[in-house]
């Protein structure tokens, strides 16, 4: 199984701009209202509700307030699971979203009849300074057993070569960039530029600066039967890249994505997506614009075998 039936999400409870983050995360911005927690409370539900009435099994937890955990909603970045029972932790760069991964997270996953064989954590890492956040950093072709990797802080080739070497994966690295006041930077995480799904890619080429780089993720990318659907770096700064692809209890396949995602896209990009998926989206303005993340990063696809 390539494609999720069944996915995490964290409701959050302390949600907020987070300036340990805002320092390499360029789609950040500070909102200036008063009640942005209870706001992104809203935007939340709405998604769930969105994807519930899509059919998509969605197991949520409950953060708790005693934790200073601002980017909880996006769980994607500290974990990943796996068909045979493994559950995989990452290592964070920022020392706020290391509190995310906590263990009753796991339990919660085992009450809700999955079987968790092993763990793995690679969160020994961050003594060393390296960093590898999950499923944001990594793209994974579950199917092909190819990871792509856009390298960054946030994205150590060398823990990413680790990974795919544990994991049997073929490591496709590259480096991607944006216009930040006149500069070129590195993206952050390769799923804001990146979208993988079973029988196509969302992918702006243009943040490939490097050519061979950009050749190099093309070839592999059509030699494993994706058709390219092209999207621009303003897209991509309206998180037309951060979507996931999930499977419904029906079996059908759904894309998920923000509204600001969606309204993003032109009519040729939509007519290619729907030729595999139906669209479901949501308004996530403000944890867009606050956490500098968006639909993609709000669900931990559950890979792992039930009772």
């Known amino acids: 199984m390539s494609v999720a039936k069944s996915i995490l999400m964290i409701r959050p409870i302390n949600f907020g701009f987070n300036d340990e983050t805002s320092m390499d995360n360029h789609y950040q911005k500070k ?72 263990p009753e997270i796991l339990d919660f996953l085992k009450k809700q009849g999955f079987i968790i064989n092993n763990v793995i954590d690679y969160s020994f890492a961050e003594k060393d300074s390296q960093f590898l956040e999950g499923t944001g950093s990594m793209i994974l072709d579950r199917k092909n057993k190819i990871a792509y990797c856009s390298i960054s802080e946030r994205s150590n080739k060398e823990l990413f070569i680790k990974f795919c070497k544990d994991f049997k994966y073929i490591p496709v690295s590259f480096h991607s960039f944006q216009d930040v006041e006149k500069k070129r930077l590195p993206i952050y995480h390769t799923n804001v530029m990146m979208c993988l799904a079973e029988s196509y890619c969302i992918i702006c080429l243009d943040c490939i600066d490097d050519s061979e780089e950009r050749i190099n993720v093309i070839n592999f990318l059509e030699n494993s039967g994706k058709e390219l659907i092209e999207i621009s770096e ?74």
């Open 31 to 102: 909102i200036n209202k008063k009640n942005i927690a209870q706001l992104a409370v809203e935007e939340f539900e709405n998604l769930v509700l969105h994807l519930k009435n899509s059919d998509v099994d969605v197991h949520v937890f409950n953060d708790d307030d005693m934790y200073k955990t601002p980017d909880s909603v996006f769980p994607n970045n500290w974990i990943s699971t796996h068909q045979n029972g493994d559950v995989v932790l990452f290592p964070m760069l920022a020392k706020s979203r290391r509190m995310e991964r906590r």
């Open 234 to 307: 303003n897209q991509v700064e309206n998180f037309a890249g951060n979507m996931l692809e999930l499977l419904n209890d029906k079996g059908e396949s759904l894309l998920i994505m923000s509204k600001s995602a969606e309204n993003s896209l032109n009519e040729n990009q939509k007519n290619l997506i729907n030729k595999y998926s139906r669209i479901v989206s949501s308004d996530i303005n403000t944890i867009e614009v606050c956490g500098g993340g968006s639909a993609r990063c709000m669900i931990a696809e559950i890979f792992l075998p039930k009772k």
